[in-house]
């Protein structure tokens, strides 16, 4: 049996501000912080034990992690950073307003790409460039691993990959594992894990600091799952 928690990232500022956000690095607002202490607190009086915990390469997504961690008392647990837990790459629409981006591309093209499983969103271009740093942390990857915007689907091909090499040793060793990503990122693990179809994993909705909580056996299939909600911080069974 094994343990793994999955944290949606607390509010970033562009969430507040309702901006496409994807790769540009972004920091937690105070509420956001706010929100990660109280997914400590409520993972904490469900028992749980971390032995490791991944984050995406994102700074919203690290510091989130941090104060996971600070409010469990176990600041030690292994961390583990990898870029392709990162958000969907949302192209030129990063750092657009979601009004602005509907008055420009309109709404229809706008709902399809954020809701279509194979929809993706125009390239990156010079203005939206701007807000996406392909610093230190991208060094010695291929320049084609890195995307210019992708779909849901690309998303969840990239994010099996950290999947499949990372995440799923640990599970199989019985280790406790914490998972704090993005909501497409978060989307896609769900898809792996529960086996969702391209039309259901679309629909799904993942609030900012509400732990998934799922059990697993000796073969990562899901014999428990519980969601501790931001309303009521009890744990709602679903499967």
Same mark, same amino acid.
């Given at each position: 049996?094994?343990?793994?928690?999955?944290?949606?990232?607390?509010?970033?500022?562009?969430?507040?501000?309702?901006?496409?956000?994807?790769?540009?690095?972004?920091?937690?607002?105070?509420?956001?912080?706010?929100?990660?202490?109280?997914?400590?607190?409520?993972?904490?009086?469900?028992?749980?034990?971390?032995?490791?915990?991944?984050?995406?390469?994102?700074?919203?997504?690290?510091? !989130?992690?941090? &104060?996971?961690?600070?409010?469990?008392?176990? &600041?030690?647990?292994?961390?583990?950073?990898?870029?392709?837990?990162?958000?969907?790459?949302?192209?030129?629409?990063?750092?657009?307003?979601?009004?602005?981006?509907?008055?420009?591309?309109?709404?229809?093209?706008?709902?399809?790409?954020?809701?279509?499983?194979?929809?993706?969103?125009?390239?990156?271009?010079?203005?939206?460039? =701007?807000?996406?740093?392909?610093?230190?942390?991208?060094?010695?990857?291929?320049?084609?691993?890195?995307?210019?915007?992708?779909?849901?689907?690309?998303?969840?091909?990239?994010?099996?990959?950290?999947?499949?090499?990372?995440?799923?040793?640990?599970?199989?060793?019985?280790?406790?594992?914490?998972?704090?990503?993005?909501?497409?990122?978060?989307?896609?693990?769900?898809?792996?894990? =529960?086996?969702?179809?391209?039309?259901?994993?679309?629909?799904?909705?993942?609030?900012?600091?509400?732990?998934?909580?799922?059990?697993?056996?000796?073969?990562?299939?899901?014999?428990?799952?519980?969601?501790?909600?931001?309303?009521?911080? !009890?744990?709602?069974?679903?499967?």
């Amino acid at each position: 049996m094994a343990w793994l928690t999955l944290v949606r990232h607390g509010e970033s500022q562009w969430n507040l501000e309702q901006r496409f956000t994807g790769w540009a690095d972004v920091e937690l607002t105070p509420r956001g912080i706010e929100q990660m202490r109280s997914a400590g607190e409520a993972l904490r009086r469900q028992g749980i034990e971390l032995d490791v915990a991944y984050s995406s390469a994102l700074t919203r997504c690290i510091r !989130s992690l941090w &104060v996971l961690l600070e409010t469990l008392g176990c &600041v030690w647990v292994p961390q583990r950073i990898d870029w392709r837990l990162n958000e969907r790459h949302y192209g030129a629409l990063t750092g657009c307003l979601k009004t602005q981006a509907e008055a420009e591309f309109g709404a229809a093209a706008v709902q399809r790409w954020r809701r279509t499983y194979d929809a993706q969103p125009p390239a990156l271009d010079a203005a939206s460039a =701007e807000y996406v740093k392909l610093d230190r942390r991208y060094a010695g990857l291929a320049a084609g691993r890195i995307p210019s915007s992708e779909s849901l689907r690309q998303t969840v091909a990239r994010v099996s990959e950290a999947w499949q090499d990372s995440i799923v040793p640990a599970l199989r060793m019985g280790q406790s594992v914490v998972i704090v990503a993005h909501g497409n990122s978060l989307r896609a693990l769900t898809k792996l894990i =529960e086996g969702l179809s391209d039309a259901e994993i679309a629909q799904v909705e993942i609030g900012n600091g509400e732990p998934c909580i799922y059990e697993l056996d000796a073969t990562l299939k899901v014999r428990g799952k519980c969601i501790l909600t931001q309303a009521t911080r !009890s744990a709602s069974d679903i499967l």
